[in-house]
């Protein structure tokens, strides 16, 4: 795939369906002043702008380290699919940059949920980079020159790394249970829609340099792959309100059929407590409360007991993180689905605006 447009006033993987590979990273911010977070603010638009559109990497000297890793040989190619989406955390705005009172309003450090087992070295960040492209050494290119060229101003906290199965015309990718995922959501090409689901600003009562923004979930959730295959598969369907073959909802014969709640008032063919149903009970409030997901499956190999360590890189986008994912995280506390997965790290963050051209740069209407 083409690398996505870079200018705009939108980061562009906001929008575009999640790729095959991503690396979503979280950094402490250890630049000395202001000044110093607008250089790293500059460099990381460079090196963005690079990536994304592709090109000669500038020479050095002959005795100097060579200008790039080399991962993806002597031309850096623009057909990688390669998105970088950069987002700040509530941190950002403590003060040390003297930019407390210009955080995004809604802007907190992830809370602790009823069923989370949070790790604190899997939490929170003052800046977050996810990068995602068509092959997983096009985005440990892109991570290998981001942190070359960033070393000074930023420390990793935490990484991650996602995947996603090639599409398929049989619908939505199917996440590490087997069943479709992606399926229903808000229609990203309906743009008076994004504008009311995803993009935030002024007209949000945000402050103005928010314009184009959203507001970024990111939830680790560790699956429990092996004890979920030993349920039987209709156990399996009753959790989430789904068929797995099929993706279709338990009162429809297709994957894009909407579910109708409303003829099954005691949840006798979808429970009412089934993933989906509580996630979005299609009850006339609800639609205000849909979310824009981006998510990616993880497999970070095996735990000390030798259990699978893998689960769901839940990612999604909002222009009201209140409105939207707390209240849908809140109506899912305790359901069946819980007792199959942990979520144990990721954070609030706030995707920045998009670069307009080739003077702007990320955050610059901040500082
Ligand atoms: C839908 C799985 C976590 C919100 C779905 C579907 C599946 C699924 C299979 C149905 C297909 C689809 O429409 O995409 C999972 C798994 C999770 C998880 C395995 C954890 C490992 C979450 C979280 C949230 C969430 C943390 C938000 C707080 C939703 C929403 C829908 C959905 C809003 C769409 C419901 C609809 O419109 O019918 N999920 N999910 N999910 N999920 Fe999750």
Same mark, same amino acid.
């Given at each position: 795939a083409a690398a996505p447009r870079f200018h705009g006033p939108h980061q562009a993987a906001v929008l575009t369906p999640p790729a095959r590979a991503t690396a979503f990273t979280s950094f402490d911010v250890t630049a000395a002043d202001r000044r110093e977070l607008a250089d790293l603010l500059r460099t990381l638009t460079?090196?963005? &702008?690079? @990536?994304?559109?592709g090109g000669i990497p500038a020479p050095t000297g002959i005795t100097a380290p060579p200008p790039d890793s080399g991962l993806l040989g002597p031309d850096v190619p623009a057909d990688g699919g390669l998105a970088v989406t950069v987002s700040a955390g509530a941190s950002l705005f403590d003060g040390r940059y003297g930019l407390a009172g210009r955080a995004p309003r809604l802007l907190r450090a992830m809370p602790v949920f009823p069923d989370d087992d949070p790790d604190p070295a899997w939490c929170h960040g003052d800046l977050a980079v996810q990068l995602c492209a068509d092959s997983p050494d096009t985005v440990l290119h892109a991570l290998r020159d981001l942190t070359r060229h960033t070393r000074g101003a930023l420390q990793i906290r935490w990484r991650i790394n996602g995947h996603n199965p090639p599409p398929r015309p049989s619908g939505a990718p199917r996440n590490l249970f087997g069943f479709k995922d992606g399926t229903s959501g808000p229609d990203p090409r309906d743009a008076r829609l994004m504008d009311r689901l995803v993009w935030t600003g002024p007209d949000a009562g945000e402050p103005p340099w928010t314009a184009g923004g959203s507001y970024q979930v990111v939830r680790l959730i560790r699956m429990l792959?092996? +004890?979920?295959?030993r349920i039987p598969l209709s156990e399996q369907e009753r959790v989430i309100g789904r068929s797995r073959d099929t993706g279709a909802p338990l009162d429809g014969a297709r994957e894009t059929d909407a579910p109708r709640y409303a003829h099954d008032p005691t949840g006798e063919v979808t429970p009412l407590d089934s993933h989906? &149903?509580?996630? =979005?009970? %299609?009850?006339?409030?609800?639609?205000? =409360? %849909? @979310?824009? &997901?981006?998510?990616?499956?993880?497999? %970070? #190999?095996?735990?000390?007991?030798?259990t699978l360590d893998q689960g769901l890189l839940f990612c999604c986008y909002q222009r009201d993180p209140v409105r939207q +994912?707390?209240?849908?995280?809140? %109506? @899912?506390? #305790?359901e069946p689905l819980t007792d199959y997965v942990t979520p144990f790290g990721g954070g609030y963050f706030f995707a920045l605006p998009g670069v307009r051209d080739r003077a702007d740069w990320y955050g610059r209407a901040l500082l």
């Open positions: 460079d090196r963005a &702008r690079f @990536l994304t559109t792959t092996e +004890f979920w295959d989906i &149903r509580l996630a =979005h009970p %299609r009850t006339p409030g609800s639609e205000a =409360h %849909r @979310l824009l &997901r981006r998510s990616y499956s993880y497999d %970070r #190999g095996t735990d000390s007991n030798g +994912f707390t209240t849908v995280q809140k %109506r @899912l506390a #305790g």
